[in-house]
């Protein structure tokens, strides 16, 4: 509920601080005192639109503060928690307005965007009056209220997730059929790159290999010459591992008598001889490799090639084209089982979208049944409001397939005709500024619990009526006010008598300017007021006899706001 407001400096109204009691709260007051001014302040903190007239002449700055009292689980709350700036339990609205126009906004005392502001005013505040409506007045908002009515919030958040697993059943199936579409092209290309690829067979490290092994090959005839002269240095006459080991005999003979002193140079001896054997063998080795196949250079520049003109083809490397074989064969293998898993996922898409139709038809029967209980309830609350005459009717439209939505699959909108024999039509189009109002008053005592705004205003409501009416008016706003916060800005004694608080809206000139007032009135100042309502200017016995009459009835218990 509304808690507190604080305005500071905005048109006539200088400073300004109201406390709020929960049930309905009444703002009375001669014309042109300055009702509107204090719902226009409102509105400012609200996130409404900013205008440099709103700033008192003279003023530096106009201000407003809005401190409202939130159930723990309210969306407002929770809105607030997500954009960081959460309260405990208590959310704060402010705005500031400079005379150039500009505004600056916080909620709860941090600076915060005006479409914040606006938002979380959408969730706190309802406004119903003749030339300032929201809520119930949006169509859009029909379907939720109907919902909220009937207590089909469970049911609807079924549909929901039920349409959002179809979305995504038939997102996933869109898309294998996009890249079954799209392999389907590539097709002829991968079966001819595969068999091409798997022919060459190319390894990775293979193209180095071929590069050294044909600088090799190439100098093959100089290295043929040199490796056989080699050779013959190495085994002439006796070889050189020959001489070694003639050498080796001769000094083993003499070994005893040297008492070890050729011992180092057996070893050496050894080791050369070894070693010359192993060079002699590595040479021939050479050799013979370079004997053994005269077309080696042949084939190995004609893998090269081979390779290298593939891997130009491809835009790779040569070392990649393994690696691009694999890929493409996982392509074509994807390919071949692209229609099995295309018609799987239609299948779970199929079974998706008809386990939503099924909730949504589920859904709509719910609400054809409700909209007929609504209908009923509300139609019986227009002949006491003096709209006997009018219709009110809940239009329920079944949707086309590609209309089908998270909220189901059927428009709502509620009209009225407010003259016999003529086709109901949009609320907000049909109804006068005083019949809208009171349309609103309808619905609103019809639905009292549902919805989200803790606080619902009532902008002269009871204009253009009074007595029986005015009563019924009243009723149904302390009736209402049971269970949400209500304040009424009203020129019916009738109405004024019904609330729980009573503020009165008064103008007052000094030094030859004016300022608005509000005056909060209990017990013989409110009668007062009540009587002054009743009779005019002069304030009559029988007026405040009336007055007394008024006020005896008794006004039903109100709900507090419930602090987390």
């Not at 009056?129 to 379907?143: E, I, K, V």
């Not at 209980?373 to 086309?400: C, N, Q, S, W």
């Amino acid at each position: 509920m509304l808690n507190r407001l604080s305005i500071r400096d905005v048109v006539l109204i200088d400073k300004l601080d109201l406390s709020f009691a929960p049930g309905v709260v009444t703002l009375t007051g001669e014309t042109g005192a300055g009702k509107s001014i204090v719902l226009d302040a409102l509105g400012l903190a609200l996130g409404g639109r900013s205008e440099a007239a709103m700033v008192r002449a003279g003023a530096a700055q106009a201000s407003v503060t809005a401190v409202f009292d939130i159930p723990a689980d309210h969306p407002a709350g929770r809105l607030a928690e997500t954009q960081g700036v959460a309260g405990d339990g208590e959310l704060i609205l402010r705005r500031v307005v400079t005379p150039d126009g500009r505004s600056r906004a916080f909620v709860n005392d941090q600076p915060s965007a005006v479409g914040l502001l606006r938002q979380l005013g959408t969730l706190l505040v309802e406004v119903h009056g003749q030339f300032d409506t929201h809520g119930l007045l949006d169509p859009a908002m029909h379907r939720a209220a109907l919902d909220a009515f009937a207590g089909l919030e469970p049911q609807a958040a079924q549909v929901a997730a039920a349409h959002d697993a179809w979305r995504t059943a038939q997102a996933a199936e869109d898309r294998a059929r996009d890249d079954a579409a799209r392999a389907a092209q590539d097709e002829a290309f991968l079966r001819h790159a595969v068999s091409e690829l798997e022919a060459l067979d190319p390894k990775p490290g293979e193209e180095q290999a071929l590069s050294e092994k044909r600088a090799l090959l190439a100098g093959g005839e100089k290295l043929g010459e040199a490796l056989r002269a080699a050779l013959d240095d190495l085994v002439a006459n006796k070889g050189v591992e020959g001489a070694l080991r003639s050498a080796q005999r001769q000094l083993e003979r003499l070994a005893p008598q040297a008492a070890g002193r050729l011992d180092g140079a057996l070893a050496a001896l050894e080791r050369a001889a070894v070693e010359a054997a192993d060079a002699v063998a590595e040479v021939e080795a050479v050799a013979d490799r370079l004997d053994h196949d005269p077309a080696a250079l042949e084939r190995a520049e004609e893998r090269l090639f081979a390779l290298k003109a593939v891997a130009r083809k491809h835009r790779v490397q040569p070392d990649e084209l393994s690696a691009l074989r694999d890929g493409f064969a996982e392509r074509l293998a994807a390919l071949d089982d692209g229609e099995a898993r295309l018609t799987r996922l239609k299948a779970a898409s199929t079974a998706a979208r008809q386990g939503y139709a099924d909730l949504a038809r589920a859904l709509s029967a719910a609400r054809r049944g409700a909209a007929a209980r609504l209908d009923k309830a509300v139609m019986a609350e227009l002949p006491p409001l003096k709209l006997d005459k009018a219709v009110f009717r809940t239009r329920i439209e079944a949707l086309g397939d590609p209309d089908w939505g998270a909220a189901g699959c059927d428009r709502i909108v509620f009209e009225v005709a407010t003259n016999p024999g003529s086709e109901p039509g949009a609320l907000g189009k049909i109804a006068s500024g005083g019949e809208l109002a009171r349309f609103m008053l309808a619905l609103k005592a019809v639905m009292a619990r549902s919805g989200d705004a803790v606080t619902l205003i009532f902008d002269e409501v009871d204009s253009g009526v009074g007595g029986a009416t005015a009563a019924a008016v009243g009723e149904r706003l302390a009736r209402l006010g049971a269970a949400r916060q209500v304040l009424v800005v009203t020129h019916s004694p009738q109405v004024a008598a019904r609330g729980t608080q009573h503020l009165r809206v008064a103008k007052r000139v000094a030094q030859g300017r004016a300022t608005t007032v509000v005056e909060a009135l209990d017990g013989e100042a409110r009668r007062e007021e009540i009587a002054r309502m009743l009779s005019g200017a002069t304030i009559t016995d029988a007026a405040r006899a009336a007055a007394t009459e008024l006020l005896a009835v008794p006004a039903p218990r109100t709900r507090r706001s419930a602090r987390p």
